[in-house]
């Protein structure tokens, strides 16, 4: 029995179709990175979560296909291809580094999880023992401590969690352990800026946590994002071509242009 990824034709035997998978996948990544360091902008975990949890399922629904089905499409046996726990292990990733640069020190109760409607699980009756809410005190089932309790979210809400687990990402690295909240929040943005930011040429203000210009995009964008976790206001994009771009201060009452050189990382979501 072979996993299967967004299989051909069920009269061919429904043969995995790695191609097609890796095809879509570049397809997409433009948009799954913009949406990528939108939702680590967010000011809140509830709308980080959501955000990441939408683009979590595109990636699920892209292998594992629709007609036929394969394996990541289906939540049963999902976990059955290896390539699911590279998928989940990254959205672990993003959720430390959404919390190392929103740690509560600086953004309050919105850093951590609302308590919202409670979702029925197979492990879990809604309601149940529980109540009708999820919040930092629910037991997250199935998954136990050696000592038979329940994880819970009030256990893992912060960056550090991570470090009492004995692992890291480079992005929230384990040698960050002795160093303050404030410096660890400062290292990570710049690691977003530099794997997720938007393809502009950002101005002195950010003070060195964006690492390099990014690549401009290879047709011209007209939007209005918000970053407040970021400091600054991006109102537009430049196409790959133009020679120069728009830098904007964090009050958004100047703008310089500059040269506009590229650069780019493929790092996906």
């Known amino acids: 029995m072979f996993t299967r990824r967004r299989p051909g034709p069920v009269a061919n035997g429904a043969p995995s179709q790695n191609n097609v998978v890796c095809s879509a996948m570049k397809s997409g990544f433009t948009t799954r ?120 979210s009030d256990e893992i809400k912060t960056a550090s969690s991570i470090w009492t687990y004995n692992y890291g990402y480079d992005e929230v690295p384990c040698t960050y352990a002795s160093k303050s909240v404030l410096a660890l929040k400062l290292y990570t943005q710049k690691r977003i800026n530099a794997l997720y930011g938007p393809d502009i040429i950002l101005g002195p203000f950010l003070h060195g946590i964006c690492k390099s210009p990014l690549e401009f995009p290879r047709s011209p964008v007209s939007i209005r994002l918000i970053h407040q976790s970021y400091g600054f206001e991006l109102t537009k994009m430049y196409p790959k071509s133009t020679t120069s771009s728009e830098t904007i201060s964090p009050s958004g009452l100047s703008s310089t242009r500059a040269n506009s050189p590229a650069h780019g990382h493929s790092t996906a979501s």
């Open 33 to 152: 990175r913009a949406q990528t360091y939108i939702a680590l902008s967010q000011p809140s975990f509830n709308i980080f979560s959501s955000r990441v949890e939408g683009i979590h399922n595109t990636v699920h629904n892209i292998i594992g296909g629709s007609s036929p089905i394969g394996h990541m499409t289906t939540v049963d046996v999902a976990a059955f291809d290896p390539i699911f726990w590279l998928h989940h292990a990254n959205v672990d990733r993003l959720t430390a580094m959404y919390q190392a640069t929103h740690p509560y020190e600086y953004y309050g109760p919105g850093a951590y999880l609302t308590p919202g409607y409670a979702m029925a699980t197979f492990a879990r009756i809604v309601p149940g023992i529980d109540g009708p809410l999820d919040n930092l005190a629910t037991n997250l089932y199935p998954f136990k401590h050696p000592n038979g309790a329940y994880f819970k």
